[in-house]
């Protein structure tokens, strides 16, 4: 990473997995600038699912807060090139 | 020892303890932006007492945090303002702060919050208690936190089972106190250990992180952030 121009944004690619009872995406995979907030992450989930209630989490047990960056996210958490990113609605009582 | 795949997202009282004393530690070196959380004994009083001891209860506290939003008067004077992060509140607003504004923060007054983490013996997992209160000590009615914590609004947290407020009597203090109920807490917490696509982790690793995973999701509806870190750091 210290290799990169400061102009030139590297981008994150994210992978993004139903998990639960949660829909599938059609498009599940996309690039995101490093330097963007987790945050759009989350609001485009909310979007293409049309829930306001998603459990979003990333493989080592943890949800991350919106403003973390997503280039944070991969350094921690990032495996094979990606940044999986789970996600799951609210479920059924009972 | 119990297989992991039939854990069932609790954890014992004494898995609580030993974790919520290993949380503190963590978040004491790692998350320097927040003052630290301290561990209160709640000694329980038999004639076990000197056996009890080993089984000491008690929870986590961390108060008087300052939950009002910083206004425009007060964003030159916040050193805790990173200077390269957007600060949707204010940067945009800077012209036009006119006269009713003026007159409203010379008048704001500034809100507090106590958050104890506590374990309940019911669901088996723990819980976060929040009472919110104004500099002269009046407390904070629900509707007045949620401004200040709009991620716990009944807007943010729609009919949603991981996580809603109600108000109870707190545990050991015996006054009334807000929390976020526990009931989807261990559904939640399974999903955190089990629901990723990696392999999946010693039932000992689990018990070890689980207030950090426990947290970094309920800090959230807050505003007590974790940084991503803390769980990076074995």
Partial sequence: MAAESPTSVRKVVVHLRATGDAPILKQAKFKIPGTDKFAKVIDFLR???HRDTLFVYVNSA???????LVIDLYNNFGFDGKLVVNYACSMAWG | MMD??????????KDFRIGALSFAQKWESLNSAFPPWSWVPCPKHSWLASHELLQEEGYLSLENICISRPNEEDIDQNS?????????????KEDDIDDATLVQSNHHELHYCDFHV???????????????????GRPLLLDEIEKELPACSSKELPETKWAFITQEEHPYLKRPWYKLHPCGTSEFMKLLFLGGD????????????YLLSWFSAV????????PCKMLNDR
């Fill in chain 1, 62 to 68: 943890f949800s991350p807060n919106p403003d973390e």
């Fill in chain 2, 80 to 92: 805790q303002t990173d200077p390269g992060e957007e600060e949707t509140s204010c940067s945009e």
């Fill in chain 2, 219 to 226: 800090g959230q509806v807050v505003g007590l952030t974790i």
């Fill in chain 2, 118 to 136: 506590v374990y309940s013996y019911t669901f088996r997992v723990p819980v976060l208690y929040l009472r919110a209160y104004c500099s002269d």
């Fill in chain 2, 198 to 209: 990696t392999a999946q982790p010693k039932l000992e690793v689990v018990l070890e992180l």
């Fill in chain 2, 4 to 13: 992991v795949c039939n854990w069932d997202g609790t954890v014992s009282a």
């Fill in chain 1, 47 to 49: 979007r293409q699912l």
